[in-house]
């Protein structure tokens, strides 16, 4: 079905560190357009003796981060195979540097209008916090409810980045939406917000899940998108560059079968995101996700899909690709008197 054809390193991308000190926080709103006006001191007592507080614990605090980067340095150049000090040490110093700046009122400013700079790791942390209050938390109830899991993923898998799917016809759209197929006929734009300072490797796999199998009476696997070794890190975060194994194809659902789930996994590749990988996909892009994920040792990372199901305009695209539109069950007919908001049900009548 697939064949593995080699496995790389990829380690030479990580050579570099993306994350600066504390230097650089400040001033950020200014250099995009928008100003910090601190509060007026001398107004409240109470309030100026709180400012002194978080000033004197960010001092301490960076001082504190200063020490730790001091010992990361020595041990780089006495023991720089001692790899999990190296690590426990990292995570000592973005702790510290996060809790330096958590409170502090200007930080606090920049994140609430925007002025994100995801090399920062206060700006991670709280970016991290959002996406697990709010976009994950919608994301796990719709590929729960709409049998995302388990039909293609494991009960065990919870999301650790945010995929941001655009269509030049729909925009970014809420995961579960049901979107016409004339809309999604060109290539989506995809960016990701993750939370990794070092350049991990990802495999994008588009998959209809509820693509008919007239052998069987059920349904299979059929691959729309696949792409592998696609560099991605907390700034270069916009899915351009990787191999592409299959080109996009658009969604096309067939007449008298349910809406599809045309869903998007973003899977990370062996060794913690650094191997590359190279894969063979049947020319029928007939697959076995769990079994791809299996074989290549792919971890789900990211998860969106979208709902679409057969009207007019799935006529067209058949032609255009070469294909005999197959009719499946009922032919459905298109209700004129329901509007293609994409959320509501009932949009055609079966005779």
């Known amino acids: 079905m697939f064949a593995v054809r080699g496995v790389k390193s990829f380690r030479s991308l990580t050579n570099t560190t993306l994350v600066p000190t504390l230097v650089g926080v400040r001033g950020l709103a200014t250099e995009a357009g928008l100003k910090y006006t601190a509060p007026q001191l001398g107004v409240s007592p109470a309030f100026d003796e709180a400012i002194k507080v978080l000033e004197a614990h960010k001092n301490e605090t960076f001082e504190q981060v200063k020490a730790v980067e001091a010992q990361i340095e020595k041990l780089k150049q006495e023991s720089p195979n001692d790899t999990q000090t190296l690590e426990v040490l990292a995570q000592k110093k973005y702790d510290l540097e996060v809790d330096s700046l958590l409170y502090d009122p200007e930080t606090l400013w920049n994140f609430k209008n925007g002025q994100i700079d995801m090399k920062v790791p206060i700006y991670r942390h709280l970016k991290k916090i959002q996406f697990k209050q709010g976009p994950l938390s919608t994301l796990m109830e719709r590929i729960t409810q709409m049998n995302v899991i388990p039909d293609l993923l494991e009960t065990s898998t919870k999301p650790s980045v945010d995929m941001e799917i655009k269509y030049p016809e729909t925009g970014v759209f809420e995961p579960g939406l049901i979107l016409e197929a004339k809309k999604v006929y ?90 590359k990988i190279d894969m063979q996909i049947p020319e029928s892009r007939i697959i076995d996700s769990r079994e791809v994920r299996k074989a290549f040792d792919l971890e789900p990372r990211g998860v969106s899909f979208f709902r679409a199901e057969w009207d007019s305009s799935v006529s067209k695209i058949y032609k255009e690709l070469g294909i005999d539109e197959p009719v499946f069950g009922k032919t459905p007919r298109e209700n004129p008197y329901m509007l293609p908001d994409g959320r509501q049900s009932g949009k055609f009548d079966y005779m």
């Open 186 to 275: 060109e290539k989506p734009e995809i960016a990701v917000t993750n939370f990794h300072e070092d350049t991990k490797l990802y495999t994008l796999l588009m998959i209809d899940p509820d693509h008919p199998n007239q052998e069987f009476a059920s349904y299979q696997e059929k691959c729309h998108w696949l792409m592998t070794n696609i560099p991605l890190n907390m700034v270069d975060n916009v899915i351009n560059k990787g191999d592409t194994i299959l080109e996009y194809l658009p969604p096309h659902p067939a007449k008298g079968t349910k809406k599809h789930r045309f869903t998007f996994m973003l899977l990370e590749q062996p060794e913690n995101g650094q191997a």
